[in-house]
């Protein structure tokens, strides 16, 4: 990657943070604001970024239409779309759609809640390998030898007294995960929310995607949160059966079928 483009993309994921005058931004590149000037104004030009009044910069239009565009190229997200809009509106509850790529689990699609106190998420986020429920069900699916290589790579963050600290409890997880066929975060991530996810399957079976409700405990706690779990597994299964799997593989010796365990 050139010097120009490297700069350029780190500019962009510091303003995916919020905004930024010209001396912040030069900051972090290093270099004198001329300098970084001249790597903003052509992207200026085309709508990528925007100065407002105060001289401050943000992300532009252009990029959110450019995101918009590759997001819905997914296939995936257009299929799942109508299901996850119906479950959201049944609960009532955040539901993410998240996808596995380049190493990293990052949520393609979210509706959120109706209530005021809802989790904080975005579309581009990458969740945390080694504590959310979406993660836990991507991960679960890859072979062996992966998955030990991610768990062993994963820097253990430990988010709440929840959250699993070692590649060990982390591939237990896993394989129970990818014994029941759903996962859950029990405040894992943030000390006041719980999330349950389950798979979404191409026709060969694979997982794609994972689908996930997550619900403050003040809203409701985890035990009927775990109510909800059959209306999440039948979402899933909705979008599998969407992009082709058969039901049949619902009985594959590799991937089991789902069952409820305390």
């Not at 030009?45 to 992300?59: G, I, K, S, T």
């Not at 579309?123 to 290589?149: F, M, N, T, Y």
């Not at 029990?186 to 794609?208: K, M, Q, W, Y």
């Not at 949160?225 to 799997?245: I, Y």
Request: glycine content about 6%; aromatic content about 4%.
């Amino acid at each position: 990657m050139s010097q120009t483009v490297e700069r350029a993309m780190r500019l962009l994921r510091e303003l995916g943070d919020g905004d930024r005058t010209l001396d912040e931004l030069a900051a972090v590149l290093g270099v004198h604001k001329t300098t970084a000037l001249r790597l903003l104004r052509p992207m200026e030009d085309e709508r990528v970024v925007q100065r407002d009044a105060a001289h401050r910069y943000r992300l532009g239009p252009q990029l959110f239409a450019l995101a918009g565009l590759a997001l819905e190229r997914r296939g995936v997200r257009a299929v799942a779309a109508p299901r996850l809009a119906e479950l959201n509106a049944e609960t009532g509850q955040t539901v993410h759609l998240a996808a596995y790529e380049g190493g990293e689990v990052v949520y393609i699609d979210k509706y959120d809640s109706r209530h005021p106190v809802r989790m904080y998420s975005r579309i581009g986020l990458r969740a945390p390998l080694h504590c959310a429920a979406v993660s836990k069900v991507l991960l679960a699916d890859l072979p062996e030898g992966e998955r030990r290589r991610v768990a062993a790579g994963i820097d253990y963050v430990p988010f709440t007294a929840n959250t699993l600290t070692t590649p060990k409890a982390l591939l237990a997880e896993l394989a129970e995960v990818r014994g029941r066929g759903w996962a859950a975060d029990r405040a894992e991530h943030e000390s006041f929310l719980n999330c349950i996810a389950a798979p979404v399957r191409d026709a060969t079976g694979r997982v794609i995607a994972a689908v996930s409700i997550s619900v403050p405990d003040l809203v409701l706690p985890y035990e009927r949160v775990r109510e909800l779990l059959p209306r999440l597994l039948a979402t899933a299964d909705a979008v599998s059966a969407d992009c082709g799997l058969a039901p049949s593989r619902t009985h594959d010796p590799e991937h089991p079928p789902r069952r409820e365990r305390q």
